[in-house]
């Protein structure tokens, strides 16, 4: 079974900053991507930022210049560093993992919440 453990979330106040980690367990090997997605109330699940294991990233428009996403292969664990927050950041955010070129696996995802 993987496991995907999401830690990090919390409220901050707009222009402040936060530091998600989610750290992969469990019988999981060969992993291609991890990365972030988020969705908030009433809006569809979006794509935030990937890395590869290569450590190649892709951040959606909205984030870029602000989110940085990084990857510790030693410990099957990757990052998000968010700064300059905005309330339209508010969300909760899933930990994203696809491994072994075709399985896919979802965190239980931690709530962001920025206020203005």
């Known amino acids: 079974q993987v496991r995907l453990l999401e830690s990090g979330g919390g409220l901050v106040q707009a222009g402040g900053s936060l530091r998600l980690s989610c750290a992969a367990s469990?019988?999981?090997?060969?992993?291609?991507?991890m990365g972030w997605y988020r969705q908030a109330p009433g809006k569809q699940r979006e794509l935030v930022a990937t890395?590869?294991?290569?450590?190649?990233?892709n951040y959606a428009d909205s984030v870029k210049g602000r989110f940085t996403v990084s990857r510790d292969s030693t410990k099957n664990t990757v990052y998000l560093q968010m700064n300059s927050l905005k309330p339209e950041d508010t969300a909760v955010y899933y930990c994203?993992?696809?491994?072994?070129?075709?399985?896919?696996?979802w965190g239980q995802g931690t709530q962001v919440t920025v206020s203005s």
């Open positions: 994203n993992t696809q491994w072994d070129a075709r399985f896919v696996s």
């Open positions: 469990g019988r999981i090997y060969n992993i291609n991507v």
């Open positions: 890395i590869t294991s290569s450590g190649s990233t």
